[in-house]
């Protein structure tokens, strides 16, 4: 080989380990989310995607996969945990049956106010949550607002306890919300997200549970007018990362995954008041009837609010817990 031609190929090979090194520290990632484009998670999704590839100036591509294409939570649940998805963004009730602290987040009335379940989670609970989500599986990147869920139905309202008989209510797949919903009278069924429309078509339902947000985007406010502001619950949705994509990020990208959690995050927090006053006020004008907190009727609510915790709480270390959620200040 003469001297030019072995420069060459010397060269040549140098950039292809080059190439190859890049190929290897660049990383293409999905995030499955139910939420179709519009929806205000999905803006601050896009948020973390692009400050995530930033912060690793490209080594690592987030691609978003909205509207329920990977699958429903329960299946993007199970898939990021065993790797066959990198991220997901679900409602923390779908982990209420794997991870035990996450359950009691679904406890009726627990939280006082939004920034009491921020305290919560950026306190010892959240660390507390987020080690018994590692050993499921996966990483929790960040908490997100999802405001206060409220029952919604298409026949009548919902004004008291009594108004729950004989009313078929979808629930997510939780144990807790499946208590729930016995405990109130009526008969839970488990449906995923983004059938919950047919079933209302189909009479399969009679209502559901939901914040304004997600009522309106959903559209399920076109088949069930009636939404009845009992604020039951606060359940916030999670990021998650598989543990199997982290275990295969370097420590400055895990950073970076966190950071850009953490932005997104934020940016939430700033968007979901007014996205929630933006739903309430385009599902009223399309002709929701809205039975505000003070036309109900509370009666015998903490009795079934205490049978709940009850079942839940099976000993001192869960009183403990709960008791530290009810504390903080
Ligand atoms: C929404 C939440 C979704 C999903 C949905 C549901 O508020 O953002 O992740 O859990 O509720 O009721 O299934």
Same mark, same amino acid.
């Given at each position: 080989?003469?001297?030019?031609?072995?420069?060459?190929?010397k060269?040549?090979?140098a950039?292809?380990?080059?190439?190859?090194?890049?190929?290897?520290?660049?990383?293409?990632?999905?995030?499955?989310?139910?939420?179709?484009?519009?929806?205000?998670?999905?803006?601050?999704?896009?948020?973390?995607?692009?400050r995530?590839?930033?912060?690793?100036?490209?080594?690592?591509?987030?691609?978003?996969?909205?509207?329920?294409?990977?699958?429903?939570?329960?299946?993007?649940?199970?898939?990021?945990?065993?790797?066959?998805? *990198?991220?997901?963004?679900?409602?923390?009730?779908?982990?209420?049956?794997?991870?035990?602290?996450?359950q009691?987040?679904?406890?009726?009335?627990l939280f006082?106010?939004?920034?009491?379940?921020?305290?919560?989670?950026?306190?010892?609970?959240?660390?507390?949550?987020?080690a018994?989500?590692?050993?499921?599986?996966?990483?929790?990147?960040a908490?997100?607002?999802?405001?206060?869920?409220?029952?919604?139905?298409?026949?009548?309202?919902?004004r008291?306890?009594? *108004?729950?008989?004989?009313?078929?209510?979808?629930?997510?797949n939780?144990?807790?919300?499946?208590?729930?919903?016995?405990?109130?009278?009526?008969?839970?069924?488990?449906?995923?997200?983004?059938d919950?429309?047919?079933?209302?078509?189909?009479?399969?339902? *009679?209502?559901?549970?939901?914040?304004?947000?997600?009522?309106?985007?959903?559209?399920h406010? &076109?088949?069930?007018?009636?939404?009845?502001m009992d604020?039951?619950?606060?359940?916030?949705?999670?990021?998650?990362?598989?543990?199997k994509?982290?275990?295969?990020?370097?420590?400055?990208?895990?950073?970076?995954a966190?950071?850009?959690?953490?932005?997104?995050?934020?940016?939430? &927090?700033?968007?979901?008041?007014?996205?929630?006053?933006?739903?309430?006020? &385009?599902?009223?004008?399309e002709?929701?009837?809205?039975?505000?907190?003070?036309?109900?009727?509370?009666?015998?609510?903490?009795?079934?609010?205490?049978?709940?915790?009850?079942?839940?709480?099976?000993?001192?270390? *869960?009183?403990?817990?709960?008791?530290?959620?009810?504390?903080?200040?």
């Open positions: 080989m003469n001297s030019s031609v072995s420069m060459a190929a060269l040549l090979g950039m292809l380990i080059g190439c190859m090194a890049n190929l290897a520290s660049a990383k293409d990632m999905v995030l499955a989310e139910v939420h179709p484009d519009g929806h205000v998670i999905v803006t601050a999704e896009a948020l973390f995607a692009k995530f590839a930033e912060l690793t100036q490209g080594e690592v591509k987030v691609d978003l996969k909205t509207g329920g294409k990977l699958g429903n939570e329960t299946q993007s649940w199970a898939k990021v945990r065993d790797g066959s998805i *990198d991220i997901v963004r679900i409602n923390c009730a779908e982990l209420a049956k794997d991870v035990k602290s996450i009691f987040l679904s406890l009726p009335y006082r106010s939004r920034d009491h379940m921020w305290r919560v989670l950026d306190g010892d609970f959240g660390k507390r949550a987020d018994e989500v590692e050993k499921n599986g996966a990483i929790v990147l908490y997100y607002d999802s405001g206060t869920r409220s029952f919604y139905t298409s026949k009548k309202p919902i008291s306890r009594a *108004d729950f008989k004989g009313m078929t209510i979808r629930i997510q939780s144990p807790v919300y499946k208590d729930l919903i016995t405990e109130l009278g009526a008969t839970p069924v488990v449906i995923p997200y983004n919950v429309t047919e079933a209302f078509k189909t009479g399969k339902i *009679d209502g559901a549970e939901n914040n304004f947000v997600s009522y309106m985007e959903s559209g406010y &076109k088949y069930a007018k009636y939404y009845s604020e039951h619950s606060s359940v916030p949705e999670v990021l998650l990362m598989s543990k994509s982290w275990d295969k990020l370097t420590p400055a990208q895990r950073k970076a966190q950071d850009a959690a953490h932005e997104s995050a934020e940016l939430m &927090k700033k968007l979901w008041a007014d996205a929630e006053v933006a739903a309430a006020a &385009k599902v009223k004008k002709g929701a009837v809205i039975i505000e907190k003070g036309q109900m009727n509370f009666t015998g609510i903490e009795e079934f609010a205490v049978r709940l915790y009850s079942k839940y709480i099976q000993d001192a270390a *869960d009183l403990n817990l709960v008791l530290g959620i009810m504390r903080t200040k």
